[in-house]
C-alpha cells in the first residue's frame, strides 16, 4: 500500500486496511479543520488503486476489513465506486466490510439505488461528518451544506440499509451560540436516528481558519464546564432507539460512552458530577490554543 501524506480513520477502523482512493477533501473549507490543508484534492488513478490493492493481497493473507479515505473517498464517480468494491470483493473474498467517509453533499449526490448497490458490493459502514445541527454554526464554519441536507443524506444512507456512524462536535458553536449548537445537534440527530453517533470536543491547530479567530477574539471557546454543560444538554435532548453513544475521544474532557436511551440518566447524572467537582482552576479556564 502507499500512502501520500497524514491518512485519517475513525477510531473504529483501527484494524482495517486503509485504502487511499482519493488524497485530500474535496471541500477543504470547514474553518476548524486542518487535516487536509496540505493537500490539494485529487482521485488517484484506477491503475494506481488496483496496483495497491494487488500487492497488498500478497502481503496479507486475511484482511477482514477495509477502509477507504481520505476525506471524502464517495465523492468518486458511482462507475469507479463500483468497480473499486468489485476489485475489493474479487481479491479480498473474506473481506467482511468495507467502510468509507462521505460528506453529505457526497450522499445527496447519489441516488438510493447507487447506495443499495453499493451496500451488496460490501460497503457496510459510511462515516458522515454532521459538526453541528444549527445553520448558523454550518454557516459559519463553511461546512457547504445545511441542516436539511444532513438530515436527507443520513436518511437516504439509512433507507439504503447502510449503517451510518456520525460525528458532533463539542464547542463548535462557542460562547456566543452552545445553546443552539446542542439543541440543533441533537434534533439533526433526533431526525436520522444513526447506529452511531460519535462527540468530539473542538481542538484547533495552528493551519485552521479557526484557530486565527480564536487568536483575534472573534471566536470564543468553550470553558470545560460550558462544554459539560452543553454536553449535557445535548444529550437530554436526544431522542433516538439502539443509538451507540461514544463520547470518549482524546479531545473530550471526559470520557463517556453508552446505549442510548437505556444509558442516558446514567451519563446525565456523571456529566452533573463532574460539573459541580470540577476544580475552579480548570473550570473557568478553556484549553490552550
Ligand atoms: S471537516 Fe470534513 S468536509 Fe470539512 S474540510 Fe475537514 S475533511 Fe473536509
Same mark, same amino acid.
Given at each position: 500500500m502507499r500512502y501520500e501524506g497524514s491518512v485519517y480513520r475513525p !477510531?473504529? %477502523?483501527?484494524?482495517s486496511l486503509i485504502l487511499?482512493?482519493?488524497?485530500? =477533501?474535496?471541500? +477543504?473549507? =470547514?474553518?476548524? =479543520?486542518?487535516?487536509?490543508?496540505d493537500k490539494s484534492f485529487r482521485v488517484r488513478s484506477e491503475s494506481d488503486i488496483f496496483e495497491d490493492l494487488r500487492v497488498a493481497r500478497k502481503q496479507y493473507p486475511h484482511v477482514e476489513k477495509f477502509f477507504i479515505a481520505d476525506? +471524502?473517498?464517495?465523492?468518486?464517480?458511482t462507475e469507479r465506486l463500483t468497480r473499486l468494491f468489485d476489485e475489493i470483493k474479487r481479491l479480498f !473474498? %473474506? =473481506?467482511?466490510r468495507v467502510g468509507i467517509y462521505a460528506s453529505p453533499s457526497d450522499i445527496l449526490r447519489k441516488s438510493k439505488e447507487d447506495l443499495m448497490k453499493f451496500k451488496s458490493q460490501g460497503l457496510g459502514i459510511l462515516y458522515m461528518g454532521i459538526?453541528?445541527?444549527s445553520d448558523e454554526v454550518l454557516k459559519a464554519v463553511e461546512k457547504g451544506v445545511s441542516r436539511a441536507d444532513i438530515i436527507e443524506a443520513g436518511i437516504k444512507v439509512k433507507e439504503a440499509d447502510i449503517v451510518l456512524s456520525v460525528m458532533i462536535i463539542s464547542g463548535l458553536g462557542g460562547k456566543d451560540k452552545w445553546r443552539e449548537h446542542a439543541v440543533a445537534s441533537a434534533e439533526v440527530i433526533n431526525a436520522i436516528k444513526p447506529k452511531y453517533l460519535g462527540l468530539l470536543t473542538l481542538l484547533l491547530e495552528p493551519d485552521a481558519p479557526l484557530y486565527r479567530q480564536v487568536s483575534s477574539g472573534k471566536f470564543q471557546l468553550l470553558t470545560p464546564e460550558m462544554a459539560l454543560e452543553e454536553t449535557h444538554l445535548f444529550i437530554e435532548s436526544l431522542h433516538v432507539e439502539d443509538c451507540v453513544f461514544?463520547? +470518549?475521544?482524546?479531545? +473530550?474532557?471526559i470520557s463517556l460512552r453508552g446505549v442510548l436511551p437505556d444509558d442516558k440518566e446514567r451519563l446525565l447524572a456523571r456529566l452533573k458530577r463532574e460539573i459541580e467537582c470540577m476544580d475552579d482552576q480548570l473550570k473557568y479556564k478553556p484549553r490552550a490554543l
Open positions: !477510531p473504529s %477502523e483501527a484494524d487511499q482512493a482519493t488524497i485530500g =477533501c474535496a471541500h +477543504n473549507k =470547514c474553518t476548524f =479543520c486542518s487535516m487536509y490543508k476525506g +471524502n473517498a464517495l465523492v468518486m464517480s !473474498p %473474506e =473481506c467482511k459538526e453541528s445541527g461514544r463520547g +470518549n475521544h482524546a479531545s +473530550n474532557y
